[in-house]
Each structure stands twice: as structure tokens, then as C-alpha cells.
């Protein structure tokens, strides 16, 4: 490394790097006392306790004092504190659909309250990518919807209740990751809109979130040809270019995990760290469940591009200035009620609300109705956790569903053929759940089957769908 120690303990505090297991491990404790930037919570962290994620917490502040802790939290289909019960709050899908700014942002607050309350300083979200392609398999419900102006409203309203409640938001995924049909996290999604049509409707969430005062926003590894033919947006001044000049943003900017293939999958994760540094990333997302020693990797690529010329020591300066200046949740103040500050009441009615229900429901009454889960893994955003009723009966995706009156819960049907087929098979009575987008009925749209859109999961959700069940005749 640098003789200079200034830049080694500058190339460990632009770090937000991630640890597996429920407890701090000492060698991440070393690197925390040492300077590292951050440690963002990963599933493999948290038990489904909220006292565990306090104990967590306060482990990693003794260790590192300024250290930023994070994690994923935006509602809905994505969350890391409540994968047991599902999410309390109703995510982007349903609140864009809804279109209730003050509920929007009385949401944003309830998740920051929780969050302060276990002394996380930044939450990775909202979610401002305009789902414009109903074949996306990573965005989804976790956007607010298909129309630039309506998500940037939901965006803002979002940010300005969660960083009400002393919690950072980070803004996702910049430029925009909702016109891909592709996964950054298995390969490089190119988003092929030309640039006049980047800057109408991808960009325009970001603009209304800058506006707003979002700390902090978050790249995206997908390749955008208009901008730079070259080089995935992370790793691309260009188009972190827009972000800083065309767009006024002044805060940091955080690279979303460079474990994913769309940033390294070709050149390795410190070298990945390299190029987004050089680009513009202040904030470096490692990816979840690594070894410490990857950390010093990342450490040690950083020092020799600054000794090389490779990577201008004010830039490096600069980035870990901006990491300084985000805002700190203050530390633990004690753990709140899921779901603090808005009623159960209001929550459900608004899932209830966001619910397309399409056809007549068969009368259920006396049917002997099951509810059949079809088994579809989810995104690696969303992750394992509560989803859905609970079912009397799983099957496989591409397995028969079973006779009989039925209930079928399904995910993102339009984009598994296998999973259309078994439900265009079925005779009925069948009702069909879509926990995913409300996509078109593609393989089954000449079956007579109802279908009941949620626009996403969580507990408000789940309470809406079993309400409308019961009043077909469900006995849950």
C-alpha cells in the first residue's frame, strides 16, 4: 500500500461493506476501529427480531462510532426486518396506485421511525425507477408505477417522510432500471431508450427526488448506449455526470453492490471499485456475506490506482467528504411498534383499494376452495420471506394444480410460460392471486378465471385479499 496512510484510511472509510451472520465477527470489528465507512444489514444479519437488530447495531457502533449502518427497507415486496410476518406498511406499487401523497409520505415516516428507532442511519430506498416494462423481473412492485410524474411525486413524498424521521433515504437505481427485462445482479441489463427519452421519464423521479433533499442516490449496472456505449452507468462518469450537473445533485452518491455481475462479473470486485470511484461513487456497496479480506482487496486496489495516477487523490478526498456529511440517525432511542404512525385501518384500506379485481369471483361458499401456492423464487432484491395467504398446499412451478375449487397465488405469471399453462389447464372455480406486476394474461387469457391483482405483497395486502375471499365465500 501507499506510504501515505491518509489514503489507506480514505480507501477503507468509502467502504460499505457487509458481514455474514447474525453477530459482528472480531476481524470486522478491526476494520470498523480501523475506519471502515459503513456496514450494510443483509438478510443473513437479521433473526426477524427487533431486539437482535439492536443488539447488532450497537455492536458495530462501539467498534466504529461513524460508521454509517444501512440496509434495504422500502416496504411492500422488499424488506429486511420483517421477512417472517411480512412487510406492516404497503409498498411503491400499491402507494402509486392509490395516489395519496400525505399516505406516501406517512408510510416513508413510519419506516423511518422504525429505523431510527434501531439506530440505522441510511435506508437503501425508495425505489424511483418508472416500471415501464411489464417483463421486468427485478423492479416491479417496488416501483411507485409506469408514469414518470406520478413516481416522482411518490418518490419525493417518500423521502420527505422518511428523512423527516432522521433516517437518509437512498434514491434507486440512477439512471433507471425500469425499462430492462433483464436482472443487473446475473448479467448487464441495457437499457436501449434513446436519450431524449432517458431524460423524460427515467430521469424525471430523480429530478423531483433532488429536489426534495434526498441524501443520498443510488447507481444502477445496467448499460445505457445513449449515454456511454462503453461502460454500465456505475462505472460511467457520463452518466453520473448528469446526475451531479444536469440534475444539481449534491449529496453522495452509493454504488449499488459490486458483487453483482453488471459491475464485475468481467474485472473483479476492486477493480469494479476503482472505476466507480473514478466515475463518480462516493459510497461503495460490496455485496452481502463477505470475507473481511475482501475488504482489505478493495483497500489495496484503491491505493495503488491513487499511486498509479489512475484515480486523482481529490477525487478519492471528495468521496469520502461527502460520506462525512450524510446525516446520523443519532443512535439507538429504543425500539418501536411496526408500523408506528399510520393506522392498520388506513393501511388496509388503501391495499383494499389498490386491488384490481378482474371478472366475477366464483362463489366460494360451501366450495371446499384450497389455497395453492405456485413455488417461483423471487428476485434477489426481494429475497426469501412471508408472502401471500397462507396456503394449504405448495406446487412447483410447471407442476399440475390439483382439482378441485381453487386459489392460486402466483407471482409474475406473465413472464413464466409454465406457470400460465397450468393455470389455463385448470377447469375452475379458480380465483388467481397476482402477488407480482398486474401483467397481461399471457397463456391463459381465453381461461374464465378471476384474477385478483395486489400490486405487491405485505401485511395490509394479504389483509385486503383475504377480506375479498371471505366475501366470495372463503372460510380462512
Known amino acids: 500500500m501507499s506510504a501515505t496512510p491518509d489514503v489507506a484510511a480514505l480507501a477503507l472509510r468509502v467502504q460499505l461493506a457487509s458481514f455474514a451472520g447474525p453477530s459482528l465477527p472480531p476481524d470486522w470489528a478491526a476494520l470498523l476501529a480501523d475506519g471502515l465507512g459503513g456496514i450494510c444489514l443483509f438478510g443473513s444479519n437479521l433473526t426477524g427480531t427487533a431486539e437482535d437488530v439492536a443488539v447488532l447495531v450497537a455492536a458495530v457502533r462501539a467498534a466504529g462510532p461513524r460508521a454509517l449502518v444501512a440496509l434495504d427497507e422500502e416496504g411492500g415486496d422488499v424488506t429486511r426486518l420483517h421477512t417472517r410476518e411480512a412487510s406492516p406498511v404497503p409498498g411503491a406499487a400499491v402507494l402509486g396506485a392509490v395516489d395519496d401523497l400525505d399516505l406516501t409520505r406517512a408510510v416513508g415516516a413510519a419506516v423511518g421511525a422504525e429505523l431510527a428507532s434501531l439506530g440505522i442511519d441510511l435506508d437503501l430506498g425508495p425505489v424511483a425507477d418508472v416500471n415501464s416494462n411489464p417483463d421486468n423481473p427485478v423492479i416491479g412492485t417496488r416501483s411507485f408505477g409506469a408514469d414518470p410524474a406520478r413516481v416522482g411525486r411518490h418518490v419525493a413524498a417518500w423521502v420527505e417522510g422518511l428523512q423527516a424521521e432522521g433516517v437518509a433515504a437512498c434514491v434507486k437505481h440512477f439512471p433507471g432500471h425500469g ?6 445482479h446475473l448479467t448487464l441489463p441495457v437499457l436501449a431508450a434513446p436519450a431524449d427519452v432517458v431524460r423524460a421519464r427515467e430521469l424525471r423521479p430523480f429530478a423531483a427526488a433532488v429536489a426534495g433533499g434526498a441524501a443520498a442516490v443510488m447507481t444502477s449496472h445496467l448499460l445505457v448506449p445513449a449515454l456511454d456505449p462503453d461502460h454500465p452507468a456505475t462505472l460511467s462518469a457520463p452518466v453520473l455526470g448528469l446526475l451531479r450537473d444536469e440534475l444539481g445533485f449534491d449529496g453522495a452518491i452509493v454504488s449499488d453492490a459490486l458483487d453483482m455481475a453488471g459491475a464485475s462479473a468481467s474485472r473483479g470486485i476492486p477493480e469494479a471499485a476503482v472505476l466507480a470511484l ?37 477525487r478519492l478526498t471528495d468521496a469520502a467528504t461527502r460520506i462525512a456529511d450524510l446525516p446520523r440517525s443519532g443512535g439507538l432511542a429504543g425500539t418501536k411498534s ?8 388506513r393501511l388496509a384500506a388503501a391495499a383494499r383499494a389498490a386491488c384490481l379485481v378482474e371478472g366475477p369471483l366464483p362463489d366460494l361458499t360451501g366450495a371446499g376452495a384450497r389455497v395453492v401456492s405456485v413455488a417461483t423464487e423471487a428476485n434477489i432484491a426481494v429475497g426469501p420471506g412471508r408472502w401471500g395467504l397462507v396456503a394449504d398446499l405448495e406446487v412447483a412451478a410447471g407442476e399440475p394444480l390439483p382439482d378441485g375449487a381453487l386459489v392460486v397465488q402466483v407471482r409474475d405469471a406473465h413472464r413464466r410460460p409454465e406457470v400460465a399453462a397450468a ?21 391463459w387469457a381465453h381461461a374464465p378465471h378471476a384474477r385478483i391483482c395486489t400490486q405487491g405483497n405485505g401485511q395490509p395486502s394479504i389483509a385486503a385479499v383475504t377480506e375479498i375471499l371471505r366475501e366470495a365465500g372463503l372460510d380462512r
Not at 425499462?179 to 443487473?184: L, R, V
Not at 411496526?338 to 385501518?345: I, T
Not at 407480482?436 to 394474461?441: A, E, L, M
Open 179 to 184: 425499462d430492462t427485462a433483464q436482472d443487473s
Open 278 to 314: 473514478a466515475a463518480g461513487c462516493d459510497l461503495l456497496c460490496i455485496g452481502p456475506d463477505k470475507d473481511a479480506g475482501l475488504v482489505r482487496e478493495v483497500q489495496a486496489a484503491i491505493v495503488t490506482a491513487v499511486d498509479a495516477g489512475r484515480l486523482p487523490l481529490a
Open 338 to 345: 411496526p408500523g408506528c404512525g399510520v393506522e392498520v385501518g
Open 423 to 443: 393455470l389455463a389447464a385448470h377447469p375452475g372455480p379458480l380465483v388467481v392471486v397476482e402477488w407480482g406486476w398486474p401483467g397481461p394474461r399471457t397463456g
